[in-house]
């Protein structure tokens, strides 16, 4: 299978600081690839380059084989591209935006434009200033994917929109990838990456400290538990359970920490009444001090 992003020992500086440091990466075409990291670890960056908005301090990325600097433009008529912040006009409607991008890269197919409009229920015929931040959005997001482009990238997508769009969002992705298409997301949410990536690098403070494939990822993630029960439970019930840590009974409460898969767990917990079960996603600090250890992300 082809490769459609490599980079080489991928660096960028901003005078003394060092936002990008040595990235190699490979995105294997017709995959769904996660880049997650806290904000500021480097992930708009490393897009940034990919697309040759801003250039490398050393290093080299390529893209569908074309080198980023010198390519840029042959690049560009195959990708499409979702900035994290979006910018629209905001005079113009949504429709006669996404019409505007349509010309651009030489015509869109308009059914498939309002299919898109549909299903992630945009109003295109309201100004753009008059939008709030989930429909801007939205209307961002049918702009990366009409124009079925063989390279989709995008810098936190699903930020701002609510659940039911956001399950949209995931299944949009899933079809671009049944098609074959390559799919490059950034985002610090790790449920969502979860959900959608084949692949998931991880990046901290500037450095790709470990890629893995998802279902490795969800084999080490952990998920803080509250179970509470209609009755004290004995402590002994919960004690050296495999996958499970941090045990805490407090009369009719347990609180731990499950590591993979919680089926000891829920085992335990079986033998009583079961009245409400918690589940606390842990947050990026969370992860990245349980995987790599030494300290708190960059906070940038």
């Known amino acids: 299978m082809s490769l459609v992003i490599q980079t080489r020992g991928l660096t960028k500086d901003?005078?003394?600081?060092?936002?990008?440091?040595?990235?190699?990466?490979?995105?294997?075409?017709?995959?769904?690839?996660?880049?997650?990291?806290?904000?500021?670890?480097?992930?708009?960056?490393?897009?940034?380059i990919l697309m040759d908005f801003i250039r490398a301090t050393s290093g080299s990325a390529e893209v569908f084989g074309l080198d980023s600097r010198a390519r840029s433009q042959d690049i560009r008529r195959r990708t499409a591209y979702l900035p994290g912040d979006v910018a629209l006009y905001d005079r113009m409607t949504g429709r006669d935006l996404l019409t505007y991008f349509a010309n651009l890269s030489g015509g869109v197919d308009p059914r498939h434009v309002?299919?898109?409009?549909?299903?992630?229920?945009?109003?295109?015929?309201?100004?753009?200033?008059?939008?709030?931040?989930?429909?801007?959005?939205?209307?961002?997001?049918?702009?990366?994917?009409?124009?079925?482009?063989?390279?989709?990238?995008?810098?936190?997508?699903?930020?701002?929109?609510?659940?039911?769009?956001?399950?949209?969002?995931?299944?949009?992705?899933?079809?671009?990838?049944?098609?074959?298409?390559?799919?490059?997301?950034?985002?610090?949410?790790?449920?969502?990456?979860?959900?959608?990536?084949?692949?998931?690098?991880?990046?901290?403070?500037?450095?790709?400290?470990?890629?893995?494939?998802?279902?490795?990822?969800?084999?080490?993630?952990?998920?803080?538990l509250e179970v509470h029960f209609s009755a004290p439970v004995p402590p002994e019930a919960f004690a050296n359970l495999p996958n499970v840590r941090d045990v805490t009974v407090q009369d009719s409460q347990v609180t731990c920490t499950a590591v993979g898969k919680p089926d000891a767990l829920i085992k335990a917990a079986a033998r009583f009444e079961v009245v409400r079960l918690v589940s606390h996603e842990p947050n990026l600090e969370d992860v990245f001090l349980s995987y790599y250890g030494d300290g708190e992300p960059d906070a940038r």
Do not use: W
């Open 114 to 224: 309002d299919r898109l409009s549909e299903r992630l229920r945009c109003d295109l015929d309201q100004p753009i200033r008059s939008l709030s931040r989930g429909n801007r959005q939205k209307i961002g997001l049918v702009q990366a994917f009409m124009h079925r482009s063989e390279l989709i990238i995008m810098d936190e997508p699903s930020s701002g929109l609510d659940p039911l769009m956001q399950q949209e969002f995931y299944a949009l992705v899933e079809e671009v990838k049944a098609d074959g298409r390559t799919v490059f997301i950034s985002s610090h949410i790790m449920p969502e990456v979860e959900r959608v990536c084949d692949r998931v690098g991880i990046i901290r403070k500037g450095e790709l400290v470990a890629v893995e494939d998802v279902d490795s990822l969800k084999r080490r993630a952990f998920h803080r």
């Open 14 to 48: 901003y005078g003394a600081h060092r936002a990008v440091s040595g990235v190699e990466l490979e995105i294997r075409e017709g995959e769904v690839f996660g880049y997650l990291g806290p904000n500021g670890a480097g992930k708009t960056t490393t897009i940034r």
